[in-house]
DNA sequence: ATTCTTGCAAACCCTTTGCAAGCTA
DNA sequence: TAGCTTGCAAAGGGTTTGCAAGAAT
């Protein structure tokens, strides 16, 4: 999780304002918030940035169904799934232990080797669901 | 399931090309497969039919972490998961059955209604892990 | 005959890249 | 000073759309 980037003002920018989205955000919502609150910061800039954070460990990227990434601070260090609410996109972090296991257990009796997994869950939280009637 | 749509020999082209592909394929691969077998459709038709096919929900479709649609003939009525080698592009159907439990588990807790999943694994296969020595 | 489908090219959207100028360490 | 970072504009890649010609019903 450390990273060796340089600490430039647009750096905290980003980090800000992903700080200040709480949830999962895409790069052109990010850029706009930015440019909402007052700041300048290229989008090719936000991207940049995020593709570190990334790689870093310090974001959490996930794809939705336009093919946008989101982006969204980590809270959690290790390997997590997220229940993504489909209405208003509140997430939560979970934790499925045996999934792990599972995973390289399919992996071993077919023989493949280096096996990642993504796992998403969605569904509609409490909240959405009441305001439905 | 059931469709209204015409019955073009284009359309039938695409269907036919998704039966030979035994996984989840790109709209653009399934239009170099159709091309590669001599047949002639254009690449807006590939999307026009794909988009009806998944509307009426005879077509699966998922998004990679690219960000492009994967579409995958809705065979098997039974869910299941896929293996799937980042070389070659086989795919196998795996079953998780203690997942489908997990996953009500963790909507009931979280107090999350209607919950769907999405699982994804991928590895690289004995054939290719092979042939990289 | 009517309505849907096809096909081409252009448009779109998100994302990445080339490169010169600026700033961090 | 050396090298990463920024920013602009342009390119790239997948997908969608406008519209006229062609099929299916």
New binding site residues.
């Given amino acids: 999780m450390t990273t060796?980037?340089?600490?430039?003002?647009?750096?905290r920018t980003?980090v800000s304002a992903l700080d200040d989205a709480a949830g999962f955000i895409?790069?052109?919502d990010l850029y706009g918030h930015i440019r909402a609150r007052g700041d300048?910061?290229?989008?090719?800039?936000?991207?940049?940035?995020?593709?570190?954070l990334v790689a870093s460990g310090d974001v959490d990227a996930v794809?939705n169904e336009?093919?946008?990434?989101?982006y969204r601070r980590c809270a959690a260090a290790s390997h997590h799934h997220h229940l993504a609410c489909r209405v208003c996109g509140a997430t939560l972090e979970i934790e499925i232990p045996p999934l792990e296991g599972w995973a390289r257990a399919i992996a071993a009796e077919h023989h493949f080797y280096d096996v990642h997994h993504v796992l998403e869950l969605t569904g509609v939280c409490a909240t959405c669901h009441d305001a439905a009637h």
């Fill in positions: 060796n980037s340089r600490n430039t003002s647009q750096r980003i895409s790069a052109q300048q910061v290229a989008l090719a800039t936000v991207y940049a940035q995020l593709k570190k794809m336009r093919g946008e990434s989101l």
